[in-house]
């Protein structure tokens, strides 16, 4: 079985592919439990029961991973999968859930995953309802969306995000990480309404509905904490993200944070945003300039030593962020996992190179090929020791 991959994007995913890595990103969280354990020991927090919101892929499922093999807590994840049939591969996010549902029966620990639409406010209710029964009171919330749509639970209307610029057109140098071809690409500027969608999208409403309605049905702790994943990235990139139409969406999440953590400090819990690094998930080779970037930036980081995976960032988040006593965050409040990559010895070389890329060097000055065996093996594909040949 190989990759059906179509405008750089995969149309398919191989299950044994997905559940090996899955399975290697667990065995790697377990070398890090003692160290996350030792975290625990000096701090007074206790996770005892964790929902991950868009837990089957990336970051969710990283810190789901850490949540439960290196706290021993029971977790709920929510996802939106599509399940195999005789025609089509699943989503890679299903045969992900697989493997964790596998190993955590495996490891004695409770876990239950829901294929359903997290926008949804029948998904809120089973939640609340699987939390009633089992007698789950959630002390931390992980809320890892990712989705091109959403339909707003109370007006029904469908809203879809975009990845555009705002006011002016942007113009931005594409490698495509496939073909070795390099391009300019021009982005036209997202208009009002669909910088408003997007901000329906991935902003911070839906999380917020979340919060409330966990702890009006009392299955939210009084202390519970909980978190979303933001990103800022470098300076040249942000008139297509930051100060584009995702970004809007993502100051509304952060605006939400501070809203949500007045909500939960009375109680003595707590709300961020944290802010994450750079990585390659299944939409990452689509977004102009990123792919640039991201294999430029991994060229540096792995050469200085300090490169790390969804799993890393997951380690790090728990162990020198939530589990200390007084979370380190910036003077915005956002929890950052980004400083390795943003410091400004690893920007200014990143930069630096970027400039000198052409379709001749390509290979050399950046890490296009750890970029397509990050987005190969998102969807299950170049995973050591997975037969492909199998039927
Ligand atoms: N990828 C990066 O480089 C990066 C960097 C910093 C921050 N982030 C942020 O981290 C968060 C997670 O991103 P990711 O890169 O891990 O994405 P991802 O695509 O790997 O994961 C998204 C998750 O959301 C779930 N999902 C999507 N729509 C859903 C729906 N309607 N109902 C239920 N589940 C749904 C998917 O099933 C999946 O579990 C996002 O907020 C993203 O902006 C990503």
Same mark, same amino acid.
């Given at each position: ?100 549902? +596998?190993? *955590? @029966?495996? &490891?004695?620990? $409770?876990?239950? !995953? =829901?294929?359903? #639409?997290?926008?949804?406010? /029948?998904? +809120?209710? *089973? @939640?609340? &309802?699987?939390? $009633?029964?089992? !007698? =789950?009171?959630? #002390?931390?919330?992980?809320? /890892?969306?990712?989705?091109? @749509? ?242």
């Amino acid at each position: 079985m190989k990759p059906m991959i179509r405008n750089n994007i995969c149309m398919n995913a191989h299950g044994p592919g997905c559940e090996a890595l899955t399975e290697g990103w667990i065995a790697r969280a377990l070398e890090g439990k003692p160290a996350i354990q030792s975290a625990v020991g000096t701090s007074a927090k206790k996770y005892r029961s964790v929902l991950v919101l868009g837990g089957s892929t990336g970051y969710g499922l990283a810190s789901r991973i850490v949540a439960a093999f290196c706290l021993g807590a029971d977790t709920v994840s929510v996802s939106f999968e599509r399940e195999p049939s005789d025609k089509r591969a699943g989503t890679p996010g299903w045969y992900n859930n697989r493997a964790f549902d +596998r190993a *955590a @029966v495996g &490891a004695g620990l $409770r876990s239950w !995953g =829901l294929d359903a #639409d997290a926008f949804a406010d /029948s998904t +809120r209710e *089973a @939640v609340i &309802a699987l939390a $009633r029964e089992k !007698g =789950l009171i959630f #002390d931390l919330v992980v809320y /890892s969306l990712a989705s091109p @749509v959403r339909t707003d639970p109370k007006t029904g209307q469908m809203y879809r995000s975009v990845i555009k610029p705002l006011d002016r057109p942007y113009e931005g140098i594409n490698l495509d990480v496939f073909s070795g071809k390099i391009s300019r690409a021009t982005v036209q500027p997202a208009s009002a309404e669909e910088a408003e969608h997007t901000v329906k999208v991935m902003g911070g409403e839906d999380w917020e509905l979340w919060i409330r309605a966990l702890r009006n049905t009392g299955v939210l702790a009084p202390d519970a904490e909980t978190l979303a994943y933001t990103y800022i990235g470098p300076e040249h990139s942000w008139p297509i993200y930051r100060s584009g139409a995702l970004g809007k969406a993502k100051a509304h999440l952060e605006a939400t944070a501070r809203t949500l953590d007045s909500l939960l400090k009375p109680g003595g819990g707590a709300a961020w945003a944290a802010v994450m690094k750079a990585v390659v998930t299944r939409a990452s080779a689509v977004i102009p300039v990123i792919p640039l970037y991201v294999s430029t930036l991994f060229k540096v980081m792995k050469e200085k030593g300090v490169h790390e995976d969804c799993l890393d960032q997951g380690l790090r988040l728990f162990r020198d962020r939530l589990l200390r006593k007084d979370v380190p965050t910036d003077p915005e409040r956002r929890i950052r996992l980004d400083d390795l990559e943003m410091s400004p010895e690893i920007q200014s070389e990143t930069t630096r190179r970027m400039m000198t890329v052409t379709e001749e060097n390509a290979e050399a000055v950046t890490d296009a090929e750890g970029f397509r065996t990050d987005f190969l093996q998102a969807h299950g594909f170049a995973v050591p020791g997975v037969d492909y040949g199998e039927d």
